[in-house]
């Protein structure tokens, strides 16, 4: 009888964690889009362009903090280097830039999917303190995951 008890109440409590702060696979959900317009500024440190548009972003969680990653669609073909640019932490936000060096000769546009390019960064659980949203910015559009 206590045995049955005991493995009752282990199962109700580990599925009532599923849905809470404290399981870390439910850290941040499935991202969102938003169409905006960004206007570069002289002020830029980082020479390289935005890429035209953020077309996906994850956050997994893994033992010591997160890896982000994010797939971006240049233009065209041949875009490198491609890297998250944290440009803004603020309350409970980061923000990111999505940045890529352009092909240095006239290139094809070609499908989708070979214009697709990923970059991705990590951050530890300690510069994941405080975050609730994170956002990754392109020339176009920008994605974001918040925390459940």
């Given at each position: ?66 890896i ?33 060096f352009e ?46």
């Amino acid at each position: 009888m206590t045995f049955r008890l005991l493995v009752t109440l282990t199962l109700i409590l580990g599925l009532a964690a599923c849905s809470t702060r404290l399981n870390p696979f439910n850290w941040f959900g499935n991202d969102r889009e938003e169409r905006v317009e960004v206007v570069e500024t002289v002020t830029v440190v980082d020479p390289r362009p935005l890429v035209s548009q953020v077309i996906s972003l994850n956050v997994d969680p893994h033992p010591g903090g997160a890896i982000i990653r994010a797939m971006g669609l240049p233009p065209r073909q041949g875009y490198w280097a491609a890297d998250l640019v944290e440009v803004e932490r603020a309350e409970g936000r980061l923000v990111f830039e999505f940045r890529v060096f352009e092909p240095p000769v006239a290139t094809r546009e070609g499908t989708q999917r070979s214009r697709e390019i990923l970059a991705g960064t990590e951050l530890s659980t300690q510069e994941l303190d405080g975050v609730r949203t994170i956002v990754v910015q392109a020339q176009s559009n920008r994605r974001s995951v918040s925390r459940r």
